[in-house]
């Protein structure tokens, strides 16, 4: 199994960028996507997930900015993010559960290498 994310890189604040993520090996209409991310220094943190039923959930610190979408036809999920502030900066991870559509790290079974973005003033 394999999750690759792509999209990150430098945008000014206020600016927005759409990550993809990408799986081989699984099926991502069979699980619960999420991403995470992580800023400098700091923990992992989940910001957003969805499932095949159409689920969803974002935290408080991106609802209203980011969403989640996905294509199962091409095995892909995105997460699009408009009115990035510099707090967004962090290195982003798409994750994948079997279980259920939420935040917990420790929930999620496989995990892809992340992407960058650097949200710059």
């Known amino acids: 199994v394999q999750l690759v994310e792509s999209g990150g890189g430098l945008v000014q604040a206020g600016g927005s960028l759409r990550l993809s993520c990408a799986a081989s090996?699984?099926?991502?209409?069979?699980?619960?996507i999420g991403w995470f991310r992580q800023p400098p220094g700091e923990k992992y943190g989940g910001i957003i997930c969805t499932d095949s039923d159409g689920n969803k959930y974002s935290s408080d610190a991106v609802k209203g900015r980011f969403t989640i979408s996905s294509d199962y036809a091409k095995n892909m999920v995105y997460l699009q993010m408009d009115s990035l502030e510099l707090e967004d900066t962090a290195a982003y991870y798409c994750a994948a559960n079997f279980m259920t559509c939420g935040i917990r790290i420790h929930d999620y079974d496989y995990w892809g290498q992340g992407t960058q973005v650097t949200v710059s003033s």
């Open positions: 090996g699984i099926s991502f209409d069979d699980y619960v």
